[in-house]
């Protein structure tokens, strides 16, 4: 069972309450009672010590003396008292009767200038604050204040403004202890709270991204049945030109097998990436094939439909254009109009740049926004998976993907796929004779 009073909040009262709970838990003591024993014992220890010191040495030097008798009837009533701490949180209501119950012949044995108070009635006020509802706690503590009071004022204290001070004494001593003990049990209970909040809301959150990656996931799959389908048609139509010029023109039939053995090997590429982001998914039916399979070559559409939409989008091309993997062409326009899109949103008015570089050895497309326009009203937050679905493409088309925030106080978004030099240009088909 876990010891309530060994944690806190502060980090370095964390750490000091783990170790703490790592020897006690070494020692044997795994328990709230064997913990409060230990407690106990070590209160009493130094109560003996700490009264011992004062009635020989401390009170003398200030003018009050105690008979021995009588000292040593007080040390042993506070010992008392404190080994009683042991039953303080297996039993609270009990262990502060008892407590109430050894102060009453305390303050009877101490003489009326010097009434003595042990710290065991301190810290069963706080235990019974920090473990019990408020109400329960608050009635607990009056009526020991109350018993406590009554009998110091009836039997001992001789007149009434040493009577009132007494009262007072005890019940700012009681009360305080108990609203410190309610103020740790409430702040636990928060700060325990806000952990399990937050452990939801980091549930939630991965398990939206992981349905929004299922989601992109059933996308690319889709598109890539429309890319597969647009391929193979292609390569039907080039054998059935194959097919026809067998016989009258070998030279032209030999370069359109080439072109469909190259066509075909780029196909089952493709579809070896699909199938190694998307295995152990079932398989996804395309939709309507009608709809135009998008691509780079579609950039300067979607370039000028985001500038009538938003703000001034300008659009760079660098280096020699050439074409790209299906899969990848697809990919790259989804990501440029997923960053243009996120601009929109986040960064309304805002001027963006779609820069696409062809080098020698990689295409890299790169979508910068600048920074967002001061606004009364601030915009909706989202669900924060755009940037998740466009690295989820990046991956699967095997390129590099770059996100973060501009100097100029804006948003940039880069993918760089990395290729082998120009495509296999596809050979014309002969009409047939």
């Known amino acids: 069972m876990r010891d309530h009073t060994d944690t806190d909040t502060e980090p370095g009262t964390r750490r000091l309450a783990k170790w703490l709970d790592g020897r006690l838990s070494r020692l044997g003591l795994t328990g709230v009672f064997p913990r409060d024993c230990l407690l106990a014992a070590t209160l009493t220890v130094s109560t003996f010590v700490l009264l011992t010191v004062l009635f020989r040495f401390v009170a003398p030097a200030e003018g009050v003396s105690f008979d021995p008798a009588r000292a040593w009837l007080l040390i042993a009533g506070c010992c008392a008292q404190a080994m009683l701490l042991c039953l303080r949180r297996v039993q609270p209501l009990l262990c502060l009767a008892l407590i109430v119950g050894l102060q009453l012949p305390i303050i009877g044995v101490s003489l009326p200038e010097a009434t003595l108070r042990g710290i065991a009635p301190v810290i069963v006020a706080y235990t019974v604050g920090s473990l019990l509802p408020v109400r329960r706690a608050l009635l607990a503590v009056g009526v020991a204040v109350a018993v406590e009071s009554i009998g110091a004022a009836v039997v001992v204290i001789p007149d009434v403004l040493t009577a009132l001070a007494y009262v007072s004494a005890s019940a700012l001593t ?92 780029e196909t089952l590429d493709n579809l070896r990436l699909v199938v190694g982001v998307l295995r152990g998914r079932p398989g996804h039916e395309g939709g309507d094939g009608a709809a135009p399979v998008p691509g780079l070559g579609m950039l300067d559409d979607l370039v000028r439909t985001a500038g009538n939409l938003a703000g001034p989008v300008e659009f760079i091309r660098e280096g020699e254009h050439r074409e790209v993997p299906p899969i990848a062409d697809v990919a790259l326009y989804r990501i440029a109009q997923e960053s243009l899109s996120n601009a929109r ?24 926004n600048g920074p967002a326009a001061p606004r009364r009203v601030p915009a909706a937050r989202t669900g924060g998976v755009g940037l998740v679905g466009m690295r989820e493409r990046a991956q699967l088309i095997g390129a590099t993907f770059t996100a973060g925030p501009t100097a100029a106080g804006g948003w940039s978004v880069t993918a760089t796929l990395p290729t082998n030099g120009p495509a296999t240009s596809r050979p014309k088909e002969e009409a047939p004779a």
């Open 174 to 265: 009681y009360a305080s202890a108990t609203f410190v003990g309610g103020y740790v049990a409430t702040h636990r209970r928060y700060v325990e709270l806000v952990r399990v909040r937050a452990d939801e809301a980091i549930r939630e959150q991965h398990t939206k991204v992981q349905a929004a990656i299922g989601a992109e996931r059933s996308r690319m799959a889709r598109e890539l049945h429309d890319v597969a389908a647009h391929h193979l048609s292609g390569m039907v139509v080039q054998a059935a030109a194959v097919e026809r010029l067998i016989d009258r023109d070998p030279a032209a039939a030999k370069a359109g097998v080439a072109w469909i053995r190259s066509q075909g090997k």
């Open 345 to 368: 949103q986040h960064a309304p008015g805002a001027a963006a740049r779609v820069v696409l570089r062809f080098a020698p050895r990689s295409v890299s497309l790169e979508v910068v």
